[in-house]
């Protein structure tokens, strides 16, 4: 069974995941992957510690195989008053 590695990035913040999980698939890897990064993501970026999150995946061979990102931008329109007519 494939062992996948699961590397987070918290904007400039990296946390090498050293031991890995097998797992059957890539597709599974992915879908581990995506659940991490949302929970993850809904977690610092509603705390405004991180802009982004990325969760990257290395298979066996140390090789990264997907990227998962979650972000946010939040775009503030300032209104100017109306003029009285």
Same mark, same amino acid.
């Given at each position: 069974? /494939? *062992?996948f590695s699961f590397?987070?990035? #918290?904007? &400039?913040?990296?946390? /090498? =995941? =050293?031991?890995g999980i097998e797992l059957?698939?890539? @597709?599974? &890897?992915?879908?581990?992957?995506t #659940?991490?990064?949302?929970?993850?993501?809904r977690d610092l970026l509603l705390q405004d510690h991180a802009q982004d999150v *990325?969760? @990257?995946v290395r298979n066996e061979h140390h090789r990264r195989v997907l990227t998962v990102t979650v972000s946010m931008e939040?775009?503030?329109i300032n209104l100017e008053p109306l003029p009285h007519a």
């Open positions: 069974m /494939p *062992r590397d987070l990035r #918290e904007g &400039a913040k990296f946390t /090498p =995941d =050293d031991a059957n698939s890539l @597709e599974f &890897a992915q879908r581990v992957a #659940e991490a990064a949302a929970g993850i993501g *990325r969760v @990257e939040i775009h503030r």
